[in-house]
């Protein structure tokens, strides 16, 4: 296995040496698929790897390099979850579905990190359509988690997650409906964040709940997150639901990260229950006792609505996700596997493209829908949705961020939760009431339990971004757990 | 919550126009059934008078100008299709 220092850089350390001419873009490109090429055969993080184009972008970037460019991510090797749109690169949403399905134009945020200079290593994979939690549910394979093979990687995001832990890619776009950036990042000890609904663009991501789907971000420490953050966020015209708000320099916005002297941090005691394994709980308790060391006023706050979180989110995603996927039909692009007539054709196709939880997921989705149902699940649930809102509202009307568990628990084993769906939704209890919101979060490495990572969840107001990574920030200057690799 | 019935799963997959085999819609008798019936603790909540959520964001319509602009080719729409056939997506025959 080829060990490069170069794969373990931070990308804001790379772009240094990137603008000495230290290092050139093509050389930092080629260790990084020289890795991929070693252990993805033991990850399966990337359902594609587009080794040409990103030789072809690593030589642009050492062009413009050469002409002295300054464009923020100029020669930085990424990965793109493959839900998100790349104009020629097969997309597939890790379903069968769209298995051959090459996209004619690139989702805005690619289109962005194009223009900073960044190069595509591959797309990465995720459970079906983004429905999972352990990215067992892809059409094509589980990815492992590297910290323990025999583990999931968290998901849907959990290739992205698993390929920027493992060194296989300096960093990642991920998707988050209901937790799908954050869980896999606590799951495989990295860094990921969750933007305020509407910070970055949506245009050219899959559906699959259109009223709580954001991109995030994936990296291997808080500084990077900024740094990656900062150039896909922002207003897009093709997007009606972006925010028209000024994106801040999330990176001098950091600080020096000296101490949190100022800071309020609440801690909502319906996050710490008794299904919370105990060195999770301890590892999170200790987080939260570093940053009261760093000058941090620690206030117990409630979210009294929170055990509602979950039904809530079920209820309102997979309506979402049902009416999102009626589209998937073999008229217009994607699987068409042909019957005797068109209506018989329908019916097959969406059979054989979709795997189990995405069919589960239409059928709950229809049934919340459906006449006779509609007022008792799917409107009742909206409005639970806004006492859940206020919940945040009060509670972040007094502190700056709230901070709690990412997940209730560390990685668990591959195939463990796959046959009892409601045991693996419960694993999403801390996660997904941030989406159901709107708000912002992040989650950072704060401890291992049995050699596997834990996640510090930090959760803030609408477009707080630059509070909840500076507080990151700050924490990350007082420990060393994002400073861990996996034993690859 | 009374269990789901086959008949019940067969109706809401006809909505869905997703086939289902036997085996699979027994499956989902009892998951959606399981799944629903945890759900059903929202019903605890007294709701009067709150209105439903339905987006995080305070926006109303949003407007652009009406100005023509660059779309997909013809080509490049039909691209992905699974049968096409003179610039038109091809479609088994729907009517007699």
Redesign the interface.
């Known amino acids: 296995m080829p060990t490069s220092e170069l794969c373990d850089l931070s990308i804001y350390v790379a772009r240094e040496r990137l603008r000495q001419r230290a290092l050139s873009a093509l050389e930092l490109t080629r260790v990084h698929l020289e890795r991929i090429a070693a252990l993805d055969s033991q990850l399966h993080a990337y359902i594609t790897v587009t080794a040409e184009v990103a030789l072809e972008q690593a030589r642009q970037a050492d062009e413009r390099l050469a002409r002295g460019d300054d464009a923020p991510l100029l020669g930085i090797p990424l990965a793109i979850k493959d839900v998100i749109c790349t104009r020629g690169v097969r997309t597939t949403c890790g379903s069968r579905i769209l298995e051959?399905?090459?996209p004619?134009?690139d989702a805005t945020v690619v289109t962005r990190l194009h223009e900073a200079g960044a190069v595509l290593l591959g797309k990465t994979n995720t459970d079906e359509f983004a429905m999972g939690s352990s990215t067992e549910h892809s059409a094509f394979f589980p990815t492992a988690n590297p910290w323990d093979l025999e583990r999931v990687p968290g998901g849907s995001s959990g290739g992205s997650a698993a390929a920027v832990a493992a060194g296989c890619a300096m960093g990642a776009l991920g998707s988050d409906t209901g937790g799908s950036v954050r869980q896999p990042a606590a799951l495989c000890g990295v860094v990921g964040l969750k933007p305020t609904?509407?910070r970055v663009s949506r245009y050219g991501l899959v559906a699959h709940g259109s009223?709580l789907d954001q991109i995030g971000v994936l990296t291997r420490d808080v500084r990077d997150a900024a740094l990656l953050l900062r150039v896909v966020a922002g207003h897009d015209?093709r997007d009606?639901?972006s925010?028209d708000a000024p994106v801040s320099d999330y990176v001098q916005e950091l600080g020096d990260g000296a101490d949190l002297c100022g800071v309020k941090v609440g801690v909502p005691r319906e996050y710490f229950i008794s299904g919370i394994e105990a060195g999770v709980e301890s590892a999170v308790r200790e987080a939260l006792h570093v940053m009261e060391e760093a000058g941090a006023e620690l206030i117990e706050v409630s979210l009294p609505?929170t055990?509602?979180g979950?039904?809530?989110y079920?209820?309102i995603a997979t309506a979402e996700a049902?009416s999102n996927l009626?589209r998937y039909?073999?008229?217009?692009?994607?699987?068409?596997v042909?019957d005797t007539?068109?209506w018989r054709?329908?019916?097959?196709t969406?059979?054989?493209g979709?795997g189990?939880e995405v069919?589960?997921r239409?059928?709950?989705g229809?049934?919340a829908l459906?006449a006779g149902y509609y007022d008792?699940?799917y409107?009742?649930?909206?409005?639970?949705?806004?006492?859940l809102?206020q919940d945040f509202e009060r509670a972040l009307a007094e502190v700056d961020v709230l901070a709690c568990p990412t997940t209730p628990g560390v990685a668990f084993r591959i195939g463990q939760k796959l046959d009892d769906?409601?045991q693996m939704?419960l694993s999403d209890v801390f996660t997904v009431s941030l989406n159901?919101?709107?708000?912002c979060g992040i989650s950072v490495p704060c401890g291992f339990v049995e050699g596997l990572p834990v996640g510090l969840q930090l959760m803030g107001p609408?477009l707080g971004e630059s509070t909840l990574l500076r507080i990151a920030y700050a924490y990350q200057q007082r420990t060393n757990w994002h400073t861990y690799r996996p034993p690859l | 919550m009374p269990r789901l019935s086959v008949q019940e799963?067969e109706y809401?997959?006809q909505?869905?126009?997703?086939?289902?085999?036997d085996e699979?819609k027994e499956l989902?008798c009892e998951?959606?059934s399981?799944?629903?019936e945890?759900?059903?603790?929202?019903?605890q909540?007294d709701?009067h008078n709150?209105?439903?959520?339905?987006?995080?964001?305070p926006?109303r319509n949003?407007m652009?100008p009406d100005s023509a602009a660059p779309g997909?080719t013809l080509d490049?729409?039909l691209?992905?299709?699974?049968?096409a056939q003179d610039g038109h997506?091809r479609?088994?025959?729907?009517l007699e």
Not at chain 1, 379 to 387: D, F, G, S
Not at chain 2, 38 to 43: G, L, Q
């Open positions: 051959h399905f090459v004619p134009y609904y509407g009223s015209p009606a639901t925010l609505h055990q509602y979950i039904p809530i079920y209820l049902s009626a039909d073999g008229v217009r692009y994607g699987l068409r042909e007539d068109m054709t329908f019916f097959r969406r059979a054989l979709f189990r069919k589960r239409i059928m709950l229809t049934y459906s008792a699940y409107l009742k649930a909206q409005k639970a949705r806004t006492l809102r769906p409601l939704y159901l919101v709107g708000m609408p | 799963v809401i997959a909505l869905a126009r997703l086939g289902l085999s699979e989902l998951q959606l399981a799944i629903l945890y759900a059903a603790i929202i019903n909540l709701t709150v209105e439903p959520m339905t987006s995080a964001l926006l949003v652009r997909l490049e729409a691209r992905n299709a699974p049968a997506f479609v088994q025959a729907i």
